[in-house]
């Protein structure tokens, strides 16, 4: 019988079946599942490929059971349970030339190496599978895993309209003059493989059509949830599995849709402040895209609450970076490919400074810096928008004009000390993620631009903002210690005799007639104070509020919400009430 005479759905798309070899494995139809698995297993460990089943019966008229009475699910299970999960392949019945039906598993090269439950480690040499040792395995660890192209994958896969968004987007680049195939092959997005051109999973979690991203990524979903309380539970929910760009701009219509602004007068000009700056959620939400795990098979969770947004990322940070260290650290990409490309789209930055433009941009803003979690398979960023620091926005605008810069580090070190009210070297060196011994330099330019003073010698050193600094800010001034000595000294002071002398007709000094809790006027408390009134007042009154702790303390909205949260994390205060205005704390 000839091709011709073939119905059309009776064409294998596999043509000629090929050969056993380093990227093909022939199996008997009486192989189980769990011996397939071993073959996907040890083929993902090495060039990745494609397992045949049923090759020895093509040929056979015996009368007997055939490759397609081997149900695709039964496979795709043994895979899973063998690889706990991180291998993905896929599975289909073909009918050749003649009637013959085979088994294909189409597997990809794994971007790490794959142990069996056992710790065996073992790859495909072509002829065999055999152990892999450590040594071995270790440039297999660094594959791209978006750099892979499903065997099964093809031009069909890609959007017309999802590729012309992306020579939108390039349109700098001369790459986005060349015709469509010529434009993804230079963007690396299109690859050789099996004879035919074939799109990367880089591709398709950029201009893939949505049957695509079900069938190669579909935990390339994200899920937008919309709290209208603190609590968890929400009011609108958006599931959306789209590539990247499309992805993007469908966020921040539905962040956008429920954000506000705040407009900050600057002499002649307007800033306007949100509750949530896009450009901070951009950047937050393209580097979860970006550097989230896809060999996992979870999805981004991103959660709007009134005073936060959270995105929830599969995949811990990787290359050792850590939230404590995540400005200074040489970045780290787990994709490659896909960071290169929205690099090169201009959707990211090619240098790595998201993490520091996410900093600037809240700092500048009064509003506390980002706030990383991580976890062994996954990383929480919060960005909090609980209120801001007007006077500390129009300071910053100010500022930068007669400066020409403000640089991070020396906006870190403010937002600290306008929270804190002081700091040592020691705690503005964790602010900053720097070793103690490489801040000197900076506090010296930022004591010489009138911006800090400082106090003490050695590690008893403490800063504040400057005198001209707590004006401009709207803050009360405290002297501090002398800076000359390490251990504070008695200053000489105004003898109290003649005070007493004066008799009873001698006015009685302000102070004594204030409130206990209330702080002395010309006094900025610090921290520990500041707890310690919080405290104070929830057990005098039963609860305390955001209000009453600002009046207390002379505190601005945005201080006093961070000493509540920080008591309430500490088990020392409960929360009760909802939003930002209705909440209150009482002793837990």
Same mark, same amino acid.
């Given at each position: 019988? %000839?091709?011709?005479?073939?119905?059309?759905?009776?064409?294998?798309?596999?043509?000629?079946?090929?050969?056993?070899?380093?990227?093909?494995?022939?199996?008997?139809?009486?192989? =189980?599942? *769990?011996?397939?698995?071993?073959?996907?297993?040890?083929?993902?460990?090495?060039?990745?490929?494609?397992?045949?089943?049923?090759?020895?019966?093509?040929?056979?008229?015996?009368?007997?059971?055939?490759?397609?009475?081997?149900?695709?699910?039964?496979?795709?299970?043994?895979?899973?349970?063998?690889?706990?999960?991180?291998?993905?392949?896929?599975? @289909?019945?073909? !009918?050749?030339?003649?009637?013959?039906?085979?088994?294909?598993?189409?597997?990809?090269?794994?971007?790490?190496?794959?142990?069996?439950?056992?710790?065996?480690?073992?790859?495909?040499?072509?002829?065999?599978?055999?152990?892999?040792?450590?040594?071995?395995?270790?440039?297999?660890?660094?594959?791209?895993?978006?750099?892979?192209?499903?065997?099964?994958?093809?031009?069909?896969?890609?959007?017309?309209?999802?590729?012309?968004?992306?020579?939108?987007?390039?349109?700098?680049?001369?790459?986005?003059?060349?015709?469509?195939?010529?434009?993804?092959?230079?963007?690396?997005?299109?690859?050789?493989?099996?004879?035919?051109?074939?799109? %990367?999973?880089?591709?398709?979690?950029?201009?893939?059509?949505? $049957?695509?991203?079900?069938?190669?990524?579909?935990?390339?979903?994200?899920?937008?949830?919309?709290?209208? /309380?603190?609590?968890?539970?929400?009011?609108?929910?958006?599931?959306?599995?789209?590539?990247?760009?499309?992805?993007?701009?469908?966020?921040?219509?539905?962040?956008?849709?429920?954000?506000?602004?705040?407009?900050?007068?600057?002499?002649?000009?307007?800033?306007?402040?949100?509750?949530?700056?896009?450009?901070?959620?951009?950047?937050?939400?393209?580097?979860?895209?970006?550097?989230?795990?896809?060999? &996992?098979?979870?999805?981004?969770?991103?959660? +709007?609450?009134?005073?936060?947004?959270?995105?929830?990322?599969?995949?811990?940070?990787?290359?050792?970076? =850590?939230?404590?260290?995540?400005?200074? +650290?040489?970045?780290?990409?787990?994709?490659?490919?896909?960071?290169?490309?929205?690099?090169?789209?201009?959707?990211?930055?090619?240098?790595?400074?998201?993490?520091?433009?996410?900093?600037?941009?809240?700092?500048?803003?009064?509003? *506390?810096?980002?706030?990383?979690?991580?976890?062994?398979?996954?990383?929480?960023?919060?960005? +909090?928008?609980?209120?801001?620091?007007?006077?500390?926005?129009?300071?910053?605008?100010?500022? #930068?004009?007669?400066?020409? %810069?403000?640089?991070?580090?020396?906006?870190?070190?403010?937002?600290?000390?306008?929270?804190?009210?002081?700091?040592?070297?020691?705690?503005?060196?964790?602010?900053?993620?720097?070793?103690?011994?490489?801040?000197?330099?900076? &506090?010296?330019?930022?004591?010489?631009?009138?911006?800090?003073?400082?106090?003490?010698?050695?590690?008893?050193?403490?800063?504040?903002?400057?005198?001209?600094?707590?004006?401009?800010?709207?803050?009360?001034?405290?002297?501090?210690?002398?800076?000359?000595?390490?251990?504070?000294?008695?200053?000489?002071?105004?003898?109290?005799?003649?005070?007493?002398?004066?008799?009873? %007709?001698?006015?009685?000094?302000?102070?004594?007639?204030?409130? #206990?809790?209330?702080?002395?006027?010309?006094?900025?408390?610090? /921290?520990?104070?500041?707890?310690?009134?919080?405290?104070? &007042?929830?057990?005098?009154?039963?609860?305390? !509020?955001?209000?009453?702790?600002?009046?207390?303390?002379?505190?601005?909205? @945005?201080?006093?919400?961070?000493?509540?949260?920080?008591?309430?994390?500490?088990?020392?205060?409960?929360?009760?009430?909802?939003?930002?205005?209705?909440? $209150?704390?009482?002793?837990?």
């Amino acid at each position: 019988m %000839t091709s011709d005479a073939l119905p059309a759905d009776a064409i294998s798309p596999l043509g000629v079946l090929p050969p056993a070899g380093p990227t093909c494995v022939h199996l008997p139809l009486s192989v =189980t599942p *769990e011996e397939l698995a071993r073959y996907a297993v040890g083929l993902a460990n090495a060039r990745g490929g494609t397992v045949l089943v049923g090759v020895d019966r093509i040929g056979d008229d015996a009368a007997g059971p055939t490759a397609g009475e081997l149900h695709p699910l039964m496979v795709t299970h043994a895979i899973f349970e063998l690889s706990h999960g991180r291998l993905t392949v896929n599975v @289909q019945h073909h !009918r050749l030339p003649g009637g013959a039906r085979v088994l294909a598993v189409f597997v990809p090269q794994a971007p790490y190496v794959l142990a069996a439950p056992d710790g065996a480690v073992i790859a495909w040499d072509g002829l065999q599978l055999v152990p892999v040792s450590s040594p071995e395995s270790d440039p297999v660890a660094d594959q791209d895993y978006t750099a892979v192209a499903p065997p099964d994958a093809s031009l069909a896969d890609l959007d017309p309209a999802e590729v012309a968004r992306l020579r939108s987007l390039g349109r700098r680049i001369e790459a986005a003059n060349l015709p469509d195939l010529d434009f993804l092959r230079e963007l690396g997005l299109l690859i050789p493989s099996g004879g035919a051109l074939r799109p %990367t999973l880089a591709a398709i979690l950029l201009a893939g059509t949505p $049957a695509a991203l079900r069938a190669h990524v579909p935990q390339s979903e994200v899920c937008y949830y919309h709290h209208q /309380t603190p609590d968890v539970e929400f009011e609108f929910r958006e599931n959306l599995l789209r590539p990247i760009p499309a992805l993007l701009t469908r966020l921040a219509e539905l962040i956008q849709a429920r954000n506000r602004f705040t407009p900050v007068q600057v002499g002649l000009f307007r800033i306007e402040v949100w509750d949530q700056d896009e450009a901070v959620y951009r950047e937050a939400l393209l580097n979860a895209l970006t550097h989230r795990d896809y060999t &996992l098979r979870d999805v981004i969770h991103v959660h +709007h609450y009134p005073d936060r947004l959270e995105i929830m990322n599969p995949g811990g940070m990787t290359g050792g970076i =850590t939230p404590g260290n995540i400005l200074r +650290h040489q970045p780290k990409r787990r994709n490659p490919l896909l960071a290169g490309v929205l690099a090169r789209l201009g959707l990211v930055e090619q240098a790595g400074v998201g993490v520091d433009k996410m900093f600037s941009l809240m700092l500048r803003h009064g509003k *506390e810096p980002p706030e990383f979690t991580s976890y062994p398979d996954a990383v929480t960023l919060a960005l +909090h928008s609980p209120g801001f620091d007007a006077e500390f926005v129009r300071f910053v605008a100010r500022k #930068q004009e007669e400066m020409q %810069t403000l640089s991070l580090d020396m906006l870190i070190v403010l937002s600290v000390l306008a929270r804190e009210g002081e700091a040592t070297r020691a705690d503005l060196a964790r602010a900053l993620q720097l070793p103690e011994d490489r801040t000197p330099r900076l &506090l010296r330019g930022m004591e010489e631009h009138g911006l800090i003073v400082r106090a003490g010698v050695g590690r008893g050193i403490a800063y504040r903002l400057s005198a001209e600094v707590c004006v401009a800010l709207g803050r009360k001034t405290a002297p501090l210690p002398s800076p000359t000595s390490d251990v504070p000294e008695p200053q000489p002071v105004p003898s109290p005799l003649p005070e007493k002398a004066a008799g009873p %007709t001698a006015p009685p000094l302000p102070r004594n007639n204030a409130p #206990q809790v209330k702080v002395a006027a010309q006094d900025t408390p610090t /921290t520990a104070e500041v707890r310690a009134i919080a405290l104070a &007042l929830a057990r005098e009154q039963g609860q305390v !509020r955001n209000v009453q702790l600002r009046e207390t303390c002379g505190l601005n909205n @945005q201080q006093a919400w961070r000493a509540l949260r920080k008591l309430v994390d500490d088990g020392l205060l409960l929360r009760i009430g909802k939003g930002t205005r209705d909440a $209150a704390y009482r002793l837990a």
